[in-house]
Each structure stands twice: as structure tokens, then as C-alpha cells.
T-cell receptor, first 111, second 110 residues
């Protein structure tokens, strides 16, 4: 049972466009929602994270929007660049340091 | 350099031949875990360890074993590998909420 559902599975955008990846969760006990970025041949690395007491967090071109009532959160990449091409995973913290991950989104930014 | 290392990076083996994938971290983290990554399924946790001699099952533990005798090492053991364990495996260690991943081990079981 996937506790964190992620969509779309793949996404193609043009350089300069906005990339949007969505995640939905069911467990209201989740208390920390990170996004990880993974380049081919590498392990995932933390990109940005949010707690449920805020609705938005922005770091550079990357923004997380969080809707607690809908149990949804999304990653927005503004001015997408070819270097942003990677696989993105949303996740949710269950307890201690345990994370439950979404299925992943393969983003391709065309030049 | 702070890092998580895994060995081997690539491994092809046959059904039933015991193997161990090593994982080591130099950040003095207490929490370590193993994940497998499969297309369309994301990262699924196999086992995790809160500290030395403390391990627990994750979401997909069947067919795997782990041990945590030292803080820095957390090996993953497949005592009788099967083709459905063909996957990309990641070890991770954690400081507070952030998990630091190793480079991955691509395992093929024939």
C-alpha cells in the first residue's frame, strides 16, 4: 500500500517553463514533507522540505505548496532548466527518521 | 568528505548464492536504512536501524537480513537471492530529518 501517491510519473517541459509535481498522502500523522532529487547514477539528495504548519516554502526556483486539509503537497520548479532534468521523489516522515516515498517523477527539461 | 559508501556498485549473481552489500558512513549518524528502488514503485524501505544492535523491518523486508554491530556499518545480506530481488539498492544514514544516500548498488539475480 503506497501511503504517498505521486504524479505524474513523467513530465516534459520546455526550458523556462514551470514544472509541477504533485503528491497526496493519507496518514495525518506525517509531520515533515521533503522532496528529493536524483540524477542518473546517483543517490537521491534532499532538495527542499516543509512542515505542515506552513502553506508554502520557497528556495530559489523551487517552491513547495502544502494543503493540509486536502492532504496534498506539490513541488513547483520555476524557470526550469535542462540541468533540472532528474527524478524527483516526494516523501513524508512517519516516525523518528523513517520516510515513506512517492513513486517518483522523471522530469525532462528540453533546451 | 562526509559520505555514505556502498560496495559493490554493480553485482550480477545467480539464484541462491549468498551475498552481502556493505554500507558505511563517516558522519557518526545513529540512524541508517536500506531501500530498494524499482521503476514505478519509488523507494521502498527494507530495514532500518536506530542505533548499534537495534534494527527493525521496513516495508519490504522479506528475503533480506541486516546487522548493526558498529555505528558506521550497516550491511545488507541476501542469504538466498531470487530474481525478484533484482533492483537498485540504496543505503542511507540520517541526521535529524535529512537522509544522506549512498551511490547505489545495482543487483541482478539470474
Amino acid at each position: 500500500q503506497q501511503q504517498v501517491k505521486q504524479s505524474p510519473q513523467s513530465l516534459i517541459v520546455q526550458k523556462g517553463g514551470i514544472s509541477i509535481i504533485n503528491c497526496a498522502y493519507e496518514n495525518t500523522a506525517f509531520d515533515y514533507f521533503p522532496w528529493y532529487q536524483q540524477f542518473p547514477g546517483k543517490g537521491p539528495a534532499l532538495l527542499i522540505a516543509i512542515r505542515p504548519d506552513v502553506s508554502e516554502k520557497k528556495e530559489g526556483r523551487f517552491t513547495i505548496s502544502f494543503n493540509k486539509s486536502a492532504k496534498q503537497f506539490s513541488l513547483h520548479i520555476m524557470d526550469s532548466q535542462p540541468g533540472d532534468s532528474a527524478t524527483y521523489f516526494c516523501a513524508a516522515r512517519t516516525s523518528g527518521s523513517r520516510l515513506t516515498f512517492g513513486e517518483g517523477t522523471q522530469l525532462t527539461v528540453n533546451p | 568528505e562526509a559520505q555514505v559508501t556502498q560496495n559493490p556498485r554493480y553485482l550480477i549473481t545467480v539464484t541462491g548464492k549468498k551475498l552481502t552489500v556493505t554500507c558505511s558512513q563517516n558522519m557518526n549518524h545513529e540512524y541508517m536504512s536500506w531501500y530498494r528502488q524499482d521503476p514505478g514503485l519509488g523507494l521502498r524501505q527494507i530495514y532500518y536501524s536506530m542505533n548499534v544492535e537495534v534494527t527493525d523491518k521496513g516495508d519490504v523486508p522479506e528475503g533480506y537480513k541486516v546487522s548493526r554491530k558498529e555505528k558506521r556499518n550497516f550491511p545488507l545480506i541476501l542469504e538466498s537471492p531470487s530474481p525478484n530481488q533484482t533492483s537498485l539498492y540504496f543505503c542511507a544514514s540520517s541526521f535529524r530529518y535529512e537522509q544522506f544516500f549512498g551511490p547505489g548498488t545495482r543487483l541482478t539475480v539470474l
